[in-house]
């Protein structure tokens, strides 16, 4: 599995983005998928994850209630809307892609895109 992200961009306080995963291959419905982030200095971070038809999602609690992941798998894509976005927001946002939803929730995953920066600040 292949996994391109775009939609990152900068962003003042308050504001809104939407990110997008791109994946190749046939068996993406398969794949539970996730995002994660990685501030300059800081470790990575689970952000959200949503399994592979769609119905179970789960959020790092700092992003609850801003945040939402989504997926359309006839177009092989996951989404990640983030609103009411905050300067500690910015970082490099990667997609993510696992057959184990609680192994993404964990940290780990199979497959990673090249992560695009998302950067809040007035």
């Known amino acids: 599995v292949q996994l391109e992200e775009s939609g990152g961009g900068l962003v003042q306080p308050g504001g809104s983005l939407t990110l997008s995963c791109a994946a190749s291959?046939?068996?993406?419905?398969?794949?539970?998928m996730g995002w994660y982030r990685q501030a300059a200095g800081k470790e990575r971070e689970f952000v959200a994850a949503?399994?592979?038809?769609?119905?179970?999602?789960h959020y790092a609690d700092f992003v609850k209630g801003r945040f939402t992941i989504s997926r359309d798998n006839a177009k092989n894509t996951v989404y990640l809307q983030m609103n009411s976005l905050k300067p500690e927001d910015t970082a490099v946002y990667y997609c993510?892609?696992?057959?184990?939803?609680?192994?993404?929730?964990?940290?780990?995953?199979?497959?990673w895109g090249q992560g695009t920066q998302v950067t809040v600040s007035s």
């Open positions: 291959g046939r068996t993406f419905r398969t794949y539970a």
């Open positions: 949503i399994s592979w038809g769609g119905g179970s999602s």
């Open positions: 993510a892609a696992d057959r184990n939803l609680p192994q993404i929730v964990g940290g780990e995953s199979d497959y």
